[in-house]
């Protein structure tokens, strides 16, 4: 038997050891989107439980999942905010960062500081002063790129997730990673936060404000340069918050456009519809911790004024 095959064995027997000692978790998700929905997937695939707070009690929603080579459906029930339990001990915050006030609004009263949350949003710090203190609060960061609007989700491309933000993963943790494809815990999570966020404020707001997807950003010597110019922006910041901060971000850049080539990103998607875009989480954020230094990143804050600004 292989290394792989006889560690995937391992996983399963201590996934199905410890779903007999503990109940696995029920999740209560904030945002149905496409985060939210590949997360529900993954997560119902690892026997845990999901339900979707709306505001308003409706009938289950009936997602449909389209991956490489197959489609799949998904039953999500849906709880308004008066059908929840006291307590919640398990909340997915996946809704855009814009709607994240919003959302937990569903759920104020029911967290405490035994809840543990995970939060599944672009950008960095939606929901920093937001919760109880004492609660879990576990950060999840994926390259993977879902496309569509729901009820049907596109999965573009399955890449690598991370977990983190605790010094142990949780015990649901392993079974999950059986069902997630290439999920990873990394208990300081903050650098592989920021390695996103970066790509993030580079990858979005250019492809939003030129209308282009992701690869179109390696066709073009002029965006190439303004990526570079982003990235340097951004690294300078980063390496004054954490003197650990690796830099070279464009060559991480290069390759998350690389590996989403054929997505249109997810701030794109929300400027072409009109939508509110998470700009405020992603650019916004560097630009106010830059604020702090006393610095200025002048790509950043030009592309944030031309994303904000009303035509
Ligand atoms: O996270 C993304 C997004 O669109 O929000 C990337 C990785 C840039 C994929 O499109």
Same mark, same amino acid.
């Given at each position: 038997?292989?290394?792989?095959?006889?560690?995937?064995?391992?996983?399963?027997?201590?996934?199905?050891?410890?779903?007999?000692?503990?109940?696995?978790?029920?999740?209560?998700?904030?945002?149905?989107?496409?985060?939210?929905? =590949?997360?529900?997937?993954?997560?119902? @695939?690892?026997?845990?439980?999901?339900?979707? #707070?709306? %505001?308003?009690?409706?009938? &289950? $929603?009936?997602?449909?999942?389209?991956?490489?080579?197959?489609?799949?459906?998904?039953?999500?029930?849906?709880?308004?905010?008066?059908?929840?339990?006291?307590?919640?001990?398990?909340?997915?915050v996946?809704s855009k960062t814009p709607y994240t006030?919003?959302?937990?609004?569903?759920?104020?009263?029911?967290?405490?500081?035994?809840?543990?949350?995970?939060?599944?949003q672009n950008g960095v710090g939606a929901l920093?002063?937001?919760?109880?203190?004492?609660?879990?609060?576990?950060?999840?960061?994926?390259?993977?790129?879902?496309?569509?609007?729901?009820?049907?989700?596109?999965?573009?491309?399955?890449?690598?997730?991370?977990?983190?933000?605790?010094?142990?993963?949780?015990?649901?943790?392993?079974?999950?990673?059986?069902?997630?494809?290439? =999920?990873?815990?990394?208990?300081?999570? @903050?650098?592989?936060?920021?390695?996103?966020? #970066?790509? %993030?404020?580079?990858?979005? &707001? $250019?492809?939003?404000?030129?209308?282009?997807?992701?690869?179109?950003?390696?066709?073009?010597?002029?965006?190439?340069?303004?990526?570079?110019?982003?990235?340097?922006?951004?690294?300078?910041?980063?390496?004054?918050?954490?003197?650990?901060?690796?830099?070279?971000?464009?060559?991480?850049?290069?390759?998350?456009?690389?590996?989403?080539?054929?997505?249109?990103?997810?701030?794109?998607?929300?400027?072409?519809?009109?939508?509110t875009t998470e700009i405020e989480a992603i650019?916004g954020w560097?630009?106010?911790?830059?604020?702090?230094?006393?610095?200025?990143?002048?790509?950043?804050?030009?592309?944030?004024?031309?994303?904000?600004?009303?035509?």
């Amino acid at each position: 038997m292989l290394d792989t095959e006889k560690n995937l064995l391992f996983l399963h027997y201590r996934a199905y050891y410890f779903s007999m000692t503990e109940p696995l978790p029920h999740w209560y998700l904030l945002g149905a989107g496409n985060m939210g929905t =590949l997360a529900a997937w993954y997560l119902t @695939r690892a026997g845990h439980t999901v339900s979707v #707070v709306t %505001n308003s009690p409706r009938l &289950p $929603l009936q997602k449909q999942l389209i991956f490489a080579n197959q489609r799949m459906s998904l039953t999500l029930p849906c709880v308004s905010p008066a059908e929840l339990p006291p307590a919640i001990k398990h909340v997915l915050v996946a809704s855009k960062t814009p709607y994240t006030d919003s959302a937990l609004q569903r759920v104020k009263g029911h967290l405490n500081n035994e809840t543990q949350v995970l939060r599944f949003q672009n950008g960095v710090g939606a929901l920093d002063g937001r919760l109880p203190s004492g609660s879990v609060m576990l950060e999840a960061i994926t390259t993977s790129a879902v496309k569509g609007q729901s009820p049907q989700h596109t999965i573009v491309a399955e890449n690598v997730t991370w977990i983190g933000g605790t010094a142990q993963p949780p015990e649901w943790f392993e079974g999950l990673q059986i069902h997630w494809p290439n =999920l990873h815990w990394e208990a300081d999570i @903050r650098l592989v936060q920021w390695r996103k966020l #970066v790509a %993030n404020a580079v990858i979005n &707001p $250019l492809t939003a404000f030129y209308d282009i997807p992701n690869g179109a950003l390696m066709n073009d010597p002029a965006l190439l340069d303004q990526a570079r110019t982003l990235c340097s922006e951004a690294d300078a910041l980063l390496a004054i918050l954490d003197s650990q901060w690796p830099g070279d971000s464009f060559t991480a850049v290069l390759e998350v456009i690389r590996d989403t080539a054929d997505n249109t990103s997810s701030m794109r998607a929300d400027y072409q519809r009109g939508a509110t875009t998470e700009i405020e989480a992603i650019n916004g954020w560097l630009l106010c911790q830059a604020k702090n230094q006393g610095m200025d990143l002048p790509s950043h804050r030009r592309l944030v004024e031309a994303l904000t600004s009303t035509p």
